[in-house]
């Protein structure tokens, strides 16, 4: 679109807004069938359809919806190319995003935000609303590992590794313990740039399941290890640096403070403990980091937090705020010390 915002009519402008998530379906749907990783050169729908099992005058559709939102151009004789942010689909993509739009575009997803009018009205996740259960305890359940490996290779995908790199100084020889970390890709991606540190990637069961594999395969497999638990219950004790990336932004503050609780607890007086992940800052450049604290709420009864907001948080666990580092429209960092 070449329009600017203030140029489109108000009626007009509304119902792009609301249609924006028939895009996201579109884009999602071109991730599941992993199309960009078959535009190395400009391809007809028809083409790309042969190459990923697809009906070319439907995916058609889908090609265009995605042109419209600059995800792709259309060139001459209808042959389609990936911009900038369509590159970014790409399996091989150093920033790519191709598992979380994978995501985004599942049932579970589009099921909860057709209840979302009922979080509006009750405060209530419009999850539980849809499914009956809360989103954690969907996940676990082994009738539903599609929808957890999907959720888990999306969390992989994105780990907010370069945040970290980039704005956290580690001690020599630290050991970080990554709360909640998942598969260790986060902790795979720390180890292999700081040669001296040392970890332990904490989180249930079945979220651990492959970290032993991950980290072998990173070649990180001798300075880490892996441990199993709920950080309700406790989190393991020894760490110079307790990592929470996109942890408490997925809790309300009660269960919150629970986990900062239990990371209280197994800290050290010269522990550290740092928290990844977004925060409105009121100088964001879009609408994503609101749009993803609605989404917390809507899944989780959420919220994202600025920093005094977190503050907050670590006065009624035993912490406090030592250091807040924001970064508009991306993940922050910010830092807590024992009290």
């Known amino acids: 679109?070449?329009?600017?915002?203030?140029?489109?009519?108000?009626?007009?402008?509304?119902?792009?807004?609301?249609?924006?998530?028939?895009?996201?379906?579109?884009?999602?749907?071109?991730?599941?069938?992993?199309?960009?990783?078959?535009?190395?050169?400009?391809?007809?729908?028809?083409?790309?359809?042969?190459?990923?099992?697809?009906?070319?005058?439907?995916?058609?559709?889908?090609?265009?919806?995605?042109?419209?939102?600059?995800?792709?151009?259309?060139?001459?004789?209808?042959?389609?190319?990936?911009?900038?942010?369509?590159?970014?689909?790409?399996?091989?993509?150093?920033?790519?995003?191709?598992?979380?739009?994978?995501?985004?575009?599942?049932?579970?997803?589009?099921?909860?935000?057709?209840?979302?009018?009922?979080?509006?009205?009750?405060?209530?996740?419009?999850?539980?609303?849809?499914?009956?259960?809360?989103?954690?305890?969907?996940?676990?359940?082994?009738?539903?590992?599609?929808?957890?490996?999907?959720?888990?290779?999306?969390?992989?995908?994105?780990?907010?590794?370069?945040?970290?790199?980039?704005?956290?100084?580690?001690?020599?020889?630290?050991?970080?313990?990554?709360?909640?970390?998942?598969?260790?890709?986060?902790?795979?991606?720390?180890?292999?740039e700081h040669p001296r540190l040392t970890g332990t990637v904490f989180d249930l069961p079945n979220a651990v399941r492959g970290a032993d594999k991950l980290l072998a395969d990173a070649g990180v497999a001798d300075r880490a290890a892996v441990a199993a638990g709920s950080f309700f219950d406790g989190v393991p004790e020894g760490g110079d640096v307790y990592l929470l990336s996109r942890v408490i932004g997925n809790w309300n503050d009660e269960e919150s403070v629970r986990i900062l609780r239990a990371v209280r607890a197994a800290m050290r007086p010269d522990s550290r403990l740092v928290i990844v992940g977004h925060m409105p800052t009121g100088e964001d450049r879009t609408h994503y980091v609101r749009a993803l604290d609605l989404y917390m709420f809507v899944l989780f009864q959420a919220r994202l937090r600025s920093p005094e907001q977190y503050g907050a948080l670590f006065e009624q666990a035993g912490l406090t705020l030592s250091r807040a580092d924001l970064n508009p429209d991306a993940e922050s960092l910010i830092e807590a010390r024992p009290v």
């Open 1 to 192: 679109m070449t329009s600017s915002p203030s140029a489109i009519p108000p009626r007009l402008r509304l119902i792009e807004i609301v249609s924006a998530g028939w895009i996201s379906a579109a884009v999602s749907a071109l991730a599941e069938l992993g199309v960009a990783d078959h535009l190395d050169t400009p391809s007809t729908a028809a083409e790309l359809a042969a190459l990923t099992d697809a009906e070319p005058e439907a995916l058609s559709r889908f090609l265009h919806a995605a042109a419209s939102a600059g995800v792709l151009t259309v060139e001459e004789g209808e042959r389609f190319a990936l911009t900038d942010v369509g590159r970014v689909l790409r399996t091989d993509s150093a920033d790519s995003m191709r598992h979380m739009c994978r995501l985004t575009g599942r049932e579970e997803f589009a099921r909860t935000w057709g209840n979302a009018a009922h979080t509006a009205r009750t405060g209530l996740p419009a999850f539980d609303a849809a499914f009956g259960r809360p989103a954690w305890e969907y996940m676990s359940d082994p009738a539903h590992t599609d929808f957890s490996g999907a959720f888990h290779r999306a969390m992989a995908e994105s780990a907010a590794g370069a945040t970290v790199n980039a704005r956290y100084d580690f001690a020599e020889g630290a050991h970080v313990v990554d709360v909640g970390g998942g598969r260790g890709a986060m902790l795979a991606r720390l180890l292999t």
